[in-house]
């Protein structure tokens, strides 16, 4: 099995949170970010031996670990954090690797390169600075990098809108979605694939659902086009009913497994035994190295460093 979507703070990402005085920081385990209420981390999720230890009880090959991109890292301009997440995560035992970030105030597709040539399975890009269509124009180098190298992109969640009077789950559940469903119109609209042929894009939180309204697009005189096979979206979040409804529109094999985990689990998708090994293995594997299994393309699932 193959997670494509997990968060874990290695203890140099830690540190250094710790050693900020503005958002994001963390004071002990409490959390504060510029734009969402105090949030108390469990200290045991990001426990790398017990983490482990979940990933082989799950039988989990390859777990891939990203940036929390709500907290606004990408635009602080602290190099030092960056380089702690970049440090802390490249050294993560098996079975998990990680996704790269950088830093938007000052892209460099150099730097990303280096990364996606020393470990890093491809590269994260928040989704609120890709959701519109000149959004996506402006990151055309670091997107022809990643295609060049043959590494995939994962769209996740940004910084949420400060709302004061909103409960714990509002981000995640209106902002975030909201973000990926902006993300995904405007790789549409911008013509994505007409300067990218070859780049491979997820969108985690099944974009937040944006497949589902290709009959609104229809209606309002868009068109979705042909079944894209390098645009993914995870399943993170969500259950039986999401799934099934994107996998409705994009196909069995544009869905790949990914957890959220520590935030959330592997949940049930009920869609068959054959289904959820395409969903677990096959089709996160052709998303993080362009090929099917058993292609013969060496991975780091199959013990290759």
């Known amino acids: 099995m193959i997670d494509v979507h997990q968060h874990l703070w290695p203890a140099e990402f830690v540190d250094r949170l710790r050693a900020r005085d503005t958002p994001p920081y963390l004071d002990g385990w409490t959390l504060h970010t510029a734009t969402e209420a105090p949030y108390e981390i469990d200290p045991a999720a990001h426990e790398i031996g017990k983490r482990v230890a979940i990933e082989q009880d799950a039988g989990t090959t390859l777990a891939v ?3 929390s991109s709500p907290l ?6 602290d190099r030092a954090l960056l380089d ?10 098996a079975p998990f690797k990680a996704w790269a970030s950088v830093d938007l105030r000052e892209p460099d597709a150099g730097d990303v390169e280096s990364l996606l040539g020393s470990g890093f399975l491809g590269l994260q890009l928040p989704a609120h600075v890709l ?5 996506w124009g402006a990151h055309g180098d670091l997107l022809a990098t990643a295609e060049r190298l043959n590494k995939p992109i994962l769209v996740h969640p940004g910084t949420a809108r400060p709302v004061d009077d909103a409960p ?4 995640p559940v209106v902002d975030y979605s909201s973000q990926l469903q ?3 119109w405007a790789w549409h609209a911008y013509g994505g694939r007409r300067d990218f042929p070859r780049l491979r894009l997820c969108f985690v939180a099944a974009a937040g659902l944006a497949p589902v309204h290709h009959e609104r697009l229809t209606a309002r005189g868009g068109r979705l086009g042909t079944i894209d096979p390098n645009l993914y979206v995870d399943t993170s979040s969500y259950g039986p009913q999401g799934i099934d409804a994107v996998a409705r529109i994009l196909g069995i094999d544009q869905v790949v497994h990914g957890t ?3 935030y959330a689990g592997i949940t049930d998708h009920r869609q068959g035994d054959a289904a959820t ?8 594997h052709r998303l993080l190295f362009g090929v099917s299994p058993g292609a013969g393309t060496p991975s780091p699932e199959r013990g290759v460093q």
Do not use: F
């Open 72 to 77: 606004g890292i990408e635009h602080l301009g």
């Open 260 to 262: 959220d985990r520590p």
């Open 182 to 184: 902006a993300a995904w």
């Open 84 to 93: 702690a997440w970049h440090t802390g995560a490249a050294a993560l035992p």
């Open 168 to 171: 714990g789950w509002w981000a």
């Open 65 to 67: 670990v990203s940036l």
């Open 131 to 135: 959701g519109t269509p000149s959004g």
């Open 277 to 284: 090994a395409v969903i677990r293995h096959d089709n996160p």
